[in-house]
Structure formats: C-alpha cells, structure tokens
C-alpha cells in the first residue's frame, strides 16, 4: 500500500497551466517589481458543478414532475459553493506548506475566491512562475501576468479553477472596435448600407406597405411569419431585457421615428435603464445595434410590455463585458474577475429580467489556456443564472463557421486567421454555452409570401456549428446525432468538434429588417435582429404563462427539443453558413447547425408551453 501511494505521490506532484504565447492584443513590457503587492486570486472549484445539467433537467425538462419549479438565488449560492474539504486544502497549503501568514489570506464572503496578499516574489515563489508588467495595446493599461504558465500542487489544483492575475487575459481584444467597445455580432453598416440601395430614404416608406417581406421585412412580416398577434396582459410583473455593451447606444429621436410609423402606441415610451458599470445611453456611439434590438422588442411587445435595458460601460478596455454582465446580476460571481480599482463594483445588486437578449460576441470558442478557463465559469454562471427561470437568448453570429464577421478560422498551430481554408470552424460565445437559446437569421426567400417557411440568410452567412469547450447535451443529442448521421458533409475530423454543443438551437429573420437608426430608415439586421425577435416571443410566452398562473418558462432548450414541441417551429431546409473557405453546414430537415430547430410559430409554442405545469 504504502509505496503505491509513495509512487503516485511522487509521479504527480504538480499541475502546471501553461500558457501558449503572448495573448492576442497584449505586449509583454518588463519583469514585474518583486517587491510589488498583488491580491493573488484563489478562485476556487465550486461545489456540485457536475450536477448542474442534471438540476436543470429537472426543472426543465418537460417530463420532469418538478417542471418550471426554478430555484432562488440564494439556494444557486448555497448549492455550488466551494466545500470545506476544497477550502480547507488551498488554504492549508497556503499556509502550512507555502509559510504564507494566515492574516494575510481572506475568503470573500460568499466563499468563492481566497485572496492572498503577496508580493510579487512570494507569488513567484508560491506559483513556480515568472511575472511580467503586460501592455494593453489599446488603451496603454498595464496588467500583470505570468509568462510561460504557472504550477499548483496536483492535491490543490483540483481545487481551483484559476488564478487570478496569471495567464487568463479573458481572450483577444480583437473582438473588440478600435474605441475599445465591444462590436455586436453584426454589423448593420456591413449587411445593410453597402449597396446603395439598402439605406431607405423616409419619403419611401410607403412603398413598404406594398413591398413583399423578402424586399423589407417589417414588424407586419414578423407577426404574418411567426403567426404573433400580441397584446400584454402580465405587463406589470413580467419582464424582458436586452443588454448593449461599451458605446452602442440610441436616440429616442430613432425610436420615436420607427413607432411612428409602425407602433404609434410606443411614440415617446423609452426602456428602463439598468445601467452596468456606470453605463449611459446618452454617451455618443454608434446607434446601429441598440437601435435594432429596442425597436424590435418595444415594437413587437407593445406598450403594455415594458423592456429593460441592461446598458454595461466598458470602462476599461481590459474588462471582459460578459463578466460585468454576469458579475451585476450575481453577487458571487463577481468575486470571479477582477473588482475594486481594477475593475468591477456592480456586484450581484442589479435587478434580473425574465428574459435577456445578447446581440454580441467575445471570446472566440477555441481551446487555450488563456481563455478556456475563463469562458468555462463564464458558462457556468449562465447555468447558475438560468436555473433560477431566466432565459438568456444570444444571436449566433454573423460569420457562418467561422468566427464572426472576422470570419477567423483556427489552424493548427493556434492562430486565428481570417478566411484561411486549412482551418477549422471557430465557434461563437456567449451563443456556443448550452445553457442559452442561440438564435440564427433567416430571410423570406425572394418572391416567397409569409406563409413559406424562410430559408437561412444569403446575405451573410448564419452562425453554427459545434462548440470545442463544451460537450453536447443530452437534451440534443438525437436530433444532433440526426443530422450528423444523415445531413452532415464529410469534413475530416480536424474540422468540426463532432462530440461539441451543436448550436443555434432556433432561427428568427435577420434581413432584410426595416429600422430607423440615425434619422433615417434603413436595412438592417444580421442574428443580432434574430436574438431580441425571438426574445421578444418568449417574453409573450411568459407573459400567458403568468397570466396562467404558472412560472416563467426560464431554461427552455430542454422543451424546444422534446416531441411535444415538435409543431411549434417552422422547419427551415434551405440554406447554409459558408466559411473557412468551405461551404459550412448545409440546412436540412429538423435539426441543422444552420436554422436550429427552425424559425417560432408563436401560438404553437404558446400553447406548448402553457400545456406544461
Ligand atoms: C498587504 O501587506 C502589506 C505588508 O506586507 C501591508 O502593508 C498592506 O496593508 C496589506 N494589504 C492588505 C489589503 O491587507
Ligand atoms: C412601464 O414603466 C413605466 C415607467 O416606469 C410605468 O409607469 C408603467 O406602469 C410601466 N408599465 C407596466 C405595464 O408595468
Ligand atoms: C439621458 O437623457 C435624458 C434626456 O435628457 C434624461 O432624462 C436621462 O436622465 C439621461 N439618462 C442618463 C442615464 O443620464
Ligand atoms: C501559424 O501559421 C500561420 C499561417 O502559416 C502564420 O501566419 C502564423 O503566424 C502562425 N502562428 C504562430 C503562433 O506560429
Ligand atoms: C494551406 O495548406 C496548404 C498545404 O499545407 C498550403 O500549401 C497552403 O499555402 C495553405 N493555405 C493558406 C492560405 O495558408
Ligand atoms: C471536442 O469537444 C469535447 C467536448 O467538449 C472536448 O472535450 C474536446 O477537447 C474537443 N476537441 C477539440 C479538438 O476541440
């Protein structure tokens, strides 16, 4: 017995994280001062992680006894705290081993994260790392990190997710515009202003009146489309919400233009403002996506709907705008990223909608140490947020296989290169997380009706395909497993992630859209249109449900996937996502990573899930 574990003892020692290279949109400046102090962050392992699909299942899954019995933050918080077997080992290394002094060591108060106050030597010594003074090539703000990766202890890395500040930069700044705003997933001026025609000058509008839906899609199109004839009558207790990152703003001017035309009840109703960090819609910006996502959600739901805006300011460059995100709505979380001077102070206190909206991308969905861990806790804390019956909704992105509308795709050798047919396909996040409904973008094929179904986008190719940092669900598993067998072509295995989370799970139109943005009417669209329509579907479906007496419909994958549900989608079979110089995914029959499930037909999905306890 004894030299076994002598044996293993000895082999296993530690656990090194390593780190590939310099991360994308950093320079490496100089050797930190050893006499510096840094907060070192233990965020540890939480508790239970494993079970989390299967608590969602639970409340989600249609068959479930406990369907839509979603559960309090306080017991998310109770559950997935870290254990005292995982405190008390990093902190008993800490100490014991390590010599650091127990006064210098604190646990947060929720029991996520221990902070040591070390200087850089002790931490150099405690990590086996070296650190370094690290450049934000837009903004000049310096961060520290380890080059070349960090050593735990194999009996304590278990133990803890990261540490923070090492290797995790929280991915590439190129997502990212020049002014260091966050870039939403598409861009109204790529699709929509290019050709000259697509700017609609007001004096036409007219015109739209007798123009089919594949020439402008208007909110008449959508309601003809997805068979969505609403009025609001839980209004004053639901709620829905879209979020808009860094400098994407609107104008009432814009908003007040639009409900003129379409939406008269609406002429001078504004969103209410849950400002993130400090966000302000007032700051100038560009209009292009705020413009979108408000028109579309205010002039579907109508004024006896109101629509929250989660406004989150990037106040630094260095900020990853999914964390504030995440951090305002869930107090624990926030311990997770970097708070106080160094950044986050909206932790946990901003009020939570019924349903959120995300027409945005960030990280790309690749495997590196630099951003894995970080987008694993990020996915996971949707997990933990969607739990408590809040349905989180994000556009796929614009980019079909490849990443956005970077169109990067990945080689072998880790780098994300533009368009490059050695690659394989780049996934999207936050839409690529299984535990948020990612939507595609459709069209009404040309000369096609409202009573055809759609096909996906020509325009622009729709996001899909197959995550490479999470693993396929269950609750899609037989009509992934569908397409793969029967629909999918025959890229070599480098090419897709076969075993991934396979996504979009639905589609809704994404052009040719008619929205007033800067003054004017103008095409618009690309998946972020799809996302706030599809959003603003589910808020109605909230919306019978509560009138119904029942819960919201939070986690709805699990549903939108089961038999019952089978009906309440509009099939979508033609089209495809081209890039990385193949021709992506072809749609096909049920399932694709193309058009999900299809685009929504409202009624049948209402009744669905109102047919659910
Ligand atoms: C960290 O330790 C230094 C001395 O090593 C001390 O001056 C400083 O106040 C400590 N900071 C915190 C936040 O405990
Ligand atoms: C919408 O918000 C406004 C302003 O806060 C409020 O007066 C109104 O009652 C709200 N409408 C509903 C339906 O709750
Ligand atoms: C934005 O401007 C409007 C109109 O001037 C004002 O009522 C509102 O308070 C401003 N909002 C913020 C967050 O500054
Ligand atoms: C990977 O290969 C591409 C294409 O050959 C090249 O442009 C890029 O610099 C390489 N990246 C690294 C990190 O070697
Ligand atoms: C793709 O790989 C082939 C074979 O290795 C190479 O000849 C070609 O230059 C590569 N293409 C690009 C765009 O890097
Ligand atoms: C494919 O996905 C699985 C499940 O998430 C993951 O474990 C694996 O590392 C991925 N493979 C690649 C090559 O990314």
């Not at 839906?213 to 639901?238: K, R, W």
């Not at 379409?262 to 209009?287: H, K």
């Not at 990945?410 to 290169?417: E, I, P, Q, R, T």
């Not at 569908?482 to 295995?493: C, E, G, I, Q, S």
Request: proline content about 7%.
């Amino acid at each position: 017995m004894v030299p076994t574990q002598l044996l293993v003892a000895l082999v296993s020692v530690v656990a090194s994280v390593a780190a590939q290279s310099i991360p994308a949109g950093w320079s490496l400046h100089h050797r930190a001062d050893p006499t510096a102090l840094i907060p070192l962050k233990f965020s540890l392992a939480q508790s239970n992680l494993e079970n989390l699909e299967a608590f969602l299942l639970d409340i989600a899954d249609p068959r479930s006894p406990n369907y839509g019995q979603h559960w309090s933050p306080a017991r998310v918080k109770e559950t997935f705290r870290p254990s005292a077997d995982t405190l008390n080992t990093v902190h008993g290394w800490l100490t014991q081993e390590a010599g650091i002094h127990a006064d210098k060591i604190k646990l947060n108060p929720d029991g996520v994260i221990l902070q040591v106050n070390a200087t850089i030597a002790e931490a150099e010594s405690l990590l086996q790392a070296e650190y370094y003074v690290y450049s934000d090539d837009e903004d000049g703000s310096a961060r520290v990190g380890c080059h070349g990766g960090y050593t735990l202890p194999q009996h304590v890395s278990k133990h803890v997710d990261f540490v923070w500040p090492t290797v995790h930069f929280g991915g590439p700044r190129r997502s990212l515009s020049a002014r260091g705003e966050a870039v939403s997933s598409s861009s109204p001026s790529r699709f929509g202003r290019e050709s000259g025609a697509s700017t609609i000058p007001i004096e036409n509008l007219a015109d739209f009146a007798t123009s089919g839906c594949d020439i402008s899609a208007t909110l008449l199109c959508l309601g003809e489309l997805y068979n969505f004839d609403f009025t609001p009558v839980s209004g004053d207790v639901n709620s829905v919400a879209v979020a808009e990152f860094g400098a994407n703003v609107y104008r009432q001017s814009d908003l007040n233009l639009f409900f003129d035309s379409f939406r008269p009840d609406q002429v001078n109703n504004t969103p209410t403002l849950i400002s993130v960090e400090g966000g302000n819609p007032n700051v100038s910006g560009s209009l292009g996506e705020a413009s979108l996502d408000i028109e579309l959600v205010m002039g579907l739901l109508g004024s006896g709907q109101n629509l929250s805006l989660y406004q989150v300011a990037q106040p630094k460059a260095s900020l990853d705008p999914t964390d504030e995100l995440l951090a305002a709505l869930d107090g624990s979380y926030c311990a997770v990223s970097p708070v106080g001077s160094e950044g986050i102070t909206d932790c946990g206190d901003k009020p939570r909608t019924n349903v959120i909206s995300i027409s945005y991308h960030f990280n790309p969905d690749i495997i590196d140490p630099s951003i894995s861990p970080v987008v694993q806790r990020q996915c996971t804390e949707i997990g933990k947020i969607v739990l408590t019956g809040i349905t989180i909704i994000a556009s796929s992105g614009d980019g079909g296989v490849a990443y956005s509308q970077s169109h990067e795709c990945l080689l072998a050798n880790g780098s994300l290169v533009a368009n490059n047919p050695n690659g394989s396909f780049v996934a999207q996040l936050p839409a690529s997380c299984s535990y948020i409904t990612a939507v595609g973008a459709t069209s009404v094929a040309p000369g096609a009706s409202t009573d055809q179904v759609e096909q996906s986008t020509t325009d622009f190719p729709s996001g899909g395909g197959f995550s490479n940092n999470f693993p396929r669900p269950q609750w899609q598993d037989a009509a992934v497993q569908n397409y793969l067998d029967n629909f999918a072509p025959d890229y070599a295995p480098s090419v897709f992630n076969r075993s991934g989370r396979a996504y979009p799970d639905v589609s809704a139109n994404g052009w040719p859209l008619v929205i007033a943005e800067g003054g004017a009417f103008v095409h618009s669209g690309g998946t972020s249109a799809s996302a706030p329509i599809f959003a603003a579907v589910i808020a109605a479906v909230n919306d019978a449900r509560i009138a119904a007496g029942k819960s919201t419909v939070g986690f709805i994958n699990p549903a939108l996937y089961s038999d019952a549900f089978a009906s309440a989608f509009n099939d979508v079979v033609v089209g495809s996502n081209p890039g990385c110089g193949t021709q992506g995914f072809p749609a096909a029959p049920g399932w694709d990573p193309v058009s999900g499930l299809g685009t929504p037909n409202f009624v049948k999905l209402r009744d669905a899930f109102l047919a659910l306890p």
